[in-house]
């Protein structure tokens, strides 16, 4: 069955086979700089990212994601808010051709433990390993080859993967880095149910309440 949400004013059709955008999705679009410049959307869902982009001023949006049914919400999508977008399947960067000003990326950083405990995820979307980690590593090893002359990588990292390995392969590859905005962001429900089969390290505790920590980093040369 399909359905309608709402995402920063525009409408996207959406169904339980797919990953629905999320905060984190919405601070991606709000504080990654696309105006006036090409932009690839890495692991782009049902399309709210590449979508906001296009409507709001990018010179040129590229979309990719591993799964057909995210891609094809994302056309679906593209057509309800009358956007042009270039829309492909691709591993990451397995199948990007070209170079961008900007790439913005918000794969999974979520431990495959904690993925499937919150079921934040429909069962056939891609997600990380153990550590949480290695989609982002991927992405932050191989963005230089996609990335024009002083280009961009906005990736979204959480507490829920290994940090310090992600850190240090963002100060291996990229000369600069900063935070654009850390969020401590409440336990659901389900998280709260299963805390004690969760890391200590991935998350806090004030209060009464629990907090996973999500992060938007920008990286460039």
């Given at each position: 069955?399909?359905?309608?949400?709402?995402?920063?004013?525009?409408?996207?059709?959406?169904?339980?086979?797919?990953?629905?955008?999320?905060?984190?999705?919405?601070?991606?679009?709000?504080?990654?700089?696309?105006?006036?410049?090409?932009?690839?959307?890495?692991?782009?869902?049902?399309?709210?990212?590449?979508?906001?982009f296009a409507k709001n001023g990018a010179k040129?949006?590229?979309?990719?994601?591993?799964?057909?049914?995210?891609?094809?919400?994302?056309?679906?999508?593209a057509r309800l808010n009358e956007v042009e977008?270039?829309?492909?399947?691709?591993?990451?960067?397995?199948?990007?051709?070209?170079?961008?000003?900007?790439?913005?990326?918000?794969?999974?950083?979520?431990?495959?433990?904690?993925?499937?405990?919150?079921?934040?995820?429909?069962?056939?979307?891609?997600?990380?390993?153990?550590?949480?980690?290695?989609?982002?590593?991927?992405?932050?090893?191989?963005?230089?080859?996609?990335?024009?002359?002083?280009?961009?990588?906005?990736?979204?990292?959480?507490?829920?993967?290994?940090?310090?390995?992600?850190?240090?392969?963002?100060?291996?590859?990229?000369?600069?880095?900063?935070?654009?905005?850390?969020?401590?962001?409440?336990?659901?429900?389900?998280?709260?149910?299963?805390?004690?089969?969760?890391?200590?390290?991935?998350?806090?505790?004030?209060?009464?309440?629990?907090?996973?920590?999500?992060?938007?980093?920008?990286?460039?040369?």
């Open positions: 069955m399909n359905n309608i949400l709402d995402f920063i004013g525009i409408k996207l059709n959406y169904s339980d086979q797919v990953f629905r955008p999320t905060l984190i999705s919405e601070n991606c679009a709000k504080l990654t700089d696309f105006r006036d410049k090409s932009i690839l959307d890495l692991g782009c869902g049902i399309g709210p990212l590449a979508i906001y040129e949006v590229s979309a990719c994601d591993i799964f057909d049914k995210h891609l094809e919400y994302t056309k679906k999508n977008i270039e829309i492909f399947q691709s591993d990451l960067f397995s199948n990007v051709k070209k170079k961008y000003d900007v790439i913005c990326c918000d794969v999974s950083g979520v431990d495959k433990k904690v993925a499937e405990l919150t079921g934040w995820f429909p069962e056939e979307v891609p997600k990380a390993d153990e550590t949480g980690s290695n989609l982002i590593i991927k992405v932050v090893k191989e963005a230089h080859k996609y990335l024009n002359k002083a280009g961009i990588l906005n990736i979204a990292t959480t507490s829920f993967s290994n940090v310090d390995s992600i850190e240090n392969n963002i100060s291996k590859n990229f000369l600069n880095s900063e935070v654009l905005i850390k969020i401590d962001v409440p336990f659901s429900r389900r998280l709260k149910e299963n805390v004690k089969l969760l890391n200590e390290k991935s998350f806090k505790k004030i209060g009464d309440e629990y907090y996973w920590e999500f992060k938007l980093l920008k990286c460039s040369n």
